[in-house]
């Protein structure tokens, strides 16, 4: 009996590449070019690197790029966030800098509170008050894991980031805190958290250009 092909021998079936996965999770910094590694849309190609991300309990940072002949591809990095993110927060050098972080990240919330408004179920608008996110700032801040917790913040979409969004306040969102290397905490900060703080303000910024100064 006969036995069906998925192509013609030679010829690569669309959409069917199959990826070199344990080499890619190695924890290296991987560069991988439309048409030459993949050939889906290359935002479809990141939404495959951040499922098997995913699946393995992981994260990965990608940035897109495309070169002098126009060909687009992605730069990409998977890593253990947990493993990454342990900062020793109880030495001297970084206690007085902790500090200052804690009190910026609590200032963000009540400016929030008092500055911006959401609308509530009722349909009717009223002020923000993000409760889960300053218990989760006061909590780990007494822990000594106020920099891990940050970063775990910044590493997922939160409801918050959308309200925010919304009223078009990016100086209250915690990914400009971690981003500000003018302020002397940023140092704390591991690079996988601030490369994540920058794509997701990277990509506000492309939802909301600034207007011509």
Same mark, same amino acid.
């Given at each position: 009996?006969? @036995?069906? =092909? &998925? ?8 959409? /069917?590449?199959? $990826?070199?996965? *344990? ?9 991988? /070019? /439309?048409?030459?590694?993949? *050939? !889906? ?14 699946? =393995?309990?992981?994260?990965? /940072?990608? @940035?897109?790029?495309? &070169?002098? &002949? %126009?060909?687009?591809? #992605?730069?990409? %990095?998977?890593? *253990?966030?947990?493993?990454?993110? !342990? ?6 050098? +970084?206690?007085? &800098?902790?500090?200052? =972080? $804690?009190?910026?990240? #609590? ?20 002020? $923000?008050?993000? !409760?889960?996110?300053?218990? %989760? ?16 913040? !910044? ?8 309200? #925010? ?10 990914? +400009?805190?971690?981003? *500000? ?6 140092? #704390? ?13 990277? %990509? ?10």
């Amino acid at each position: 009996m006969g @036995r069906r =092909l &998925d192509a013609f021998p030679g010829e690569r079936p669309p959409g /069917r590449r199959k $990826y070199p996965w *344990d080499e890619w999770t190695d924890r290296s910094a991987w560069e991988i /070019r /439309r048409g030459e590694d993949y *050939d !889906v849309a290359t935002e479809n190609m990141r939404v495959n690197l951040h499922m098997k991300a995913d699946s =393995l309990r992981c994260k990965v /940072r990608t @940035r897109k790029f495309e &070169d002098d &002949d %126009q060909v687009e591809g #992605l730069i990409f %990095q998977f890593f *253990d966030f947990e493993r990454e993110a !342990v900062v020793t927060e109880h030495s001297d050098s +970084t206690r007085a &800098d902790t500090e200052l =972080l $804690y009190r910026d990240a #609590l200032e963000i919330y009540e400016r929030a509170r008092r500055e911006v408004t959401i609308p509530w179920r009722d349909g009717r608008r009223g002020k $923000y008050a993000a !409760v889960r996110y300053k218990q %989760q700032i006061e909590r780990a801040h007494a822990a000594g894991q106020l920099v891990s917790a940050i970063g775990r913040l !910044v590493s997922r979409p939160t409801e918050g980031f959308g309200h #925010l969004e919304e009223a078009e306040r990016p100086d209250l969102m915690v990914e +400009t805190l971690v981003i *500000d290397a003018a302020r002397p905490y940023h140092q #704390l900060f591991p690079t996988a958290t601030v490369q994540m703080a920058r794509e997701r303000m990277a %990509q506000y910024w492309a939802r909301h250009p600034k207007p011509p100064s």
